[in-house]
């Protein structure tokens, strides 16, 4: 039975993710900051396998160890998903808070990495990491310099760490847009309802889960187009 880790797992792509990695047989080690949306999705996810809820904050480095435990004695796949994305509405770079600005790069960049170092000792030769970006890491977008500097971080921290650790496959991907509360957040008061739920982007995912697709930054909106 194959190990996961998915961060940030009450709801939205990681809970999406999580239930077809359930349904595949895997042992599953899930987190949230929520304590209440957390034992929802671990009492969905224990009909399907066994399933581990470590409730925390991926910036606490006590909770990375905990979740690095939980996984032991080996582990196949570490999906980073959780994330944070700032002050809301989206504020001009000019006036972002930089208190804010250092929380958003600690949770969306430096805790990612944190958790990495914490499982690679378990992580089988071939293992899996997946990062979870953002098109704002590449595209310059009114609004989003400080969601868009910690994804950009992230990709180049998977960039190099794929270079310096070629025996797992390490992957950062961007979903594309999805219907969730992060997404709402940055668009408050609009309707978003034409953005697609986020069970559309966890095919490709898995692809790069499943596959053997060399390391490196993937759209979800390429995977999903291509042939297997």
Same mark, same amino acid.
């Given at each position: ?28 080690v ?9 034992? &929802? %999705?671990?009492? /969905? *996810?224990?009909? @399907?396998?066994?399933?581990?809820a +470590?409730? !925390?904050?991926?910036?606490d =480095? $006590? ?6 435990? &939980? %996984?032991?004695? /080996? *582990?196949?796949v @570490?999906?980073?998903?959780?994330? +944070?994305? !700032?002050?809301?509405?989206? =504020? $001009? ?11 958003? *790069? ?6 990612p990495?944190g ?5 690679? =000792? ?93 390391s ?13």
């Open positions: 039975m194959p190990t996961s880790i998915v961060t940030g797992a009450s709801r939205g792509l990681g809970l999406a993710l999580a239930r077809e990695l359930a349904t595949r047989g895997h042992r599953l899930i987190d949230a900051r929520t304590p209440a949306d957390l034992e &929802a %999705a671990h009492a /969905e *996810l224990a009909t @399907l396998t066994q399933v581990t +470590v409730p !925390g904050d991926v910036r =480095p $006590a909770h990375r160890r905990d979740l690095a435990t &939980a %996984a032991s004695p /080996e *582990l196949d @570490l999906v980073n998903n959780a994330s +944070v994305l !700032g002050p809301s509405p989206l =504020p $001009a770079l000019a006036d972002y808070p930089l208190d804010e600005l250092e929380d958003v *790069l600690g949770a969306n960049a430096i805790a990495l958790l990495i170092q914490s499982a690679l =000792p378990l992580m089988r030769p071939g293992a899996v990491i997946v990062n979870v970006t953002s098109d704002a890491a590449t595209e310059a977008y009114e609004g989003w310099g400080g969601y868009g500097a910690s994804k950009a971080a992230l990709e180049q921290l998977t960039s190099v760490l794929a270079v310096e650790r070629s025996d797992l496959r390490i992957y950062a991907v961007d979903p594309g847009d999805m219907r969730t509360r992060m997404h709402q957040d940055a668009f408050p008061g609009e309707d978003i309802s034409d953005r697609p739920p986020p069970e559309a982007s966890v095919p490709g995912v898995l692809r790069l889960v499943e596959g053997e697709l060399p490196g930054r993937y759209r979800v909106s390429e995977l999903t187009a291509a042939p297997a």
